[in-house]
């Protein structure tokens, strides 16, 4: 069995087990400040760290700075990116109190666990990582040597805090095995520090784009969190459909139209096949309107909190997490030294 599906069907087991005990959980997980963070965003991971923080589970949420510059020369926008994505964050219902919002470049002794953690693995199984392949060769760039092995530093970003339940997308679960796969190491050579985390899969299904494929800033098929309602109507209404009249949730075959009806059910809590029912013959023009009202919708309340906060909240909420993350970096590189005997 392959280890996205025994992964899968550990979920529930794993759901009731954080239901019941969110006290034995402590939750680390980010993404890459190389854009806005956008509704697929949302419903992947953001709307799971805010139940997840509600349920009582201390968190910790990086913006990965230097994972940035992986597969491109410069960290580009990487300031206004990351602020934007602490306003996103702060008003889809994270809580600076319960959980910590931090980057990596801010956190010195989070990135000096990469050194012994490097010691742990062989080029040969960072060679073998299926997402590092892959994001080599949509980067079109040479293999640089952070792009092999920025998934150590994905296990550093993990362990400093002891996180052991890491909510991701697939294309992040070889990234929590070789985490495991380093936990176990250090703790058979150097003694018990880590713990061995476990990927938390979200039942929520990939959104597509408004062109039906995968949501995301760089095919600018996204709809940005931070939008106002009128940026959302325009993006909707540039959205490539047919003539079709009769409206039909075929992702293959019409992937403007499904990526429309896909981005209103998730939105309405419905399915995209009960939408292209109701519409039937009405045209993509009621498609795009139903699907601008029910995004404007949807985000209201997102984008009144978000108009709320200034920037200097977000900078202060960011000054706070990097605060903290430094001083339980700190702690867990201590016993590191110490477990390793590097105590002078
Ligand atoms: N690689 C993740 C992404 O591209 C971002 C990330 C960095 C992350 N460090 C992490 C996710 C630690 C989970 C845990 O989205």
């Known amino acids: 069995m392959d280890s996205f599906k025994a992964t899968t069907l550990r979920m529930p087991g794993l759901r009731a087990d954080i239901a019941e005990h969110p006290g034995r959980f402590r939750v680390l997980t980010g993404e890459r400040p190389t854009g806005r963070l956008h ?45 934007h994505a602490v306003l996103d964050y702060l008003a889809a219902g994270l809580d600076p109190r319960n959980t910590t919002i931090f980057t990596h470049s801010s956190v010195p002794a989070l990135n000096q666990l990469m050194l012994p953690f490097l010691s742990l693995v062989t080029e040969a199984e960072l060679h073998r990582n299926p997402t590092v392949k892959a994001e080599l060769a949509a980067s079109g760039r040479a293999l640089s040597a952070l792009l092999l092995s920025y998934p150590v530093h994905q296990a550093a970003d993990i362990l400093f805090c002891k996180g052991n339940l890491v909510p991701v997308g697939k294309d992040n679960l070889p990234h929590v095995e070789l985490t495991r796969t380093i936990a176990r190491r250090f703790n058979e050579r150097y003694g018990p520090v880590f713990p061995e985390p476990e990927a938390l899969i ?48 075929d992702p293959e075959g019409r992937p403007g139209v499904s990526g429309l009806l896909a981005t209103a059910a998730v939105c309405l809590g419905r399915t995209p096949q009960s939408l292209a029912d109701e519409l039937g013959d009405a045209g993509s023009g009621a498609l795009k309107k139903l699907a601008t009202e029910a995004v404007n919708e949807f985000l209201a309340g997102h984008r009144r909190r978000r108009a709320e906060l200034s920037a200097l909240d977000a900078a202060a909420v960011l000054r706070a997490g990097n605060e903290h993350a430094r001083a339980v970096a700190e702690r867990t590189l201590e016993e590191v030294r110490h477990a390793m005997g590097m105590v002078y």
């Open 202 to 249: 979200t039942d929520a299904p990939e959104l597509p784009g408004l062109d039906g494929r995968k949501m995301s800033k760089s095919y600018g098929n996204a709809i940005s969190l931070g939008m106002s309602a009128d940026e959302t109507a325009a993006v909707i209404r540039g959205a490539r459909t047919d003539d079709e009249r009769v409206i039909s949730y």
């Open 39 to 83: 509704l697929g965003h949302y419903f992947g991971t953001i709307r799971e760290r805010v139940h997840l923080q509600r349920a009582g589970v201390e968190t910790f949420v990086i913006l990965a700075d230097y994972q940035v510059i992986t597969d491109r020369a410069t960290a580009g926008q990487v300031r206004e990116n990351v602020h």
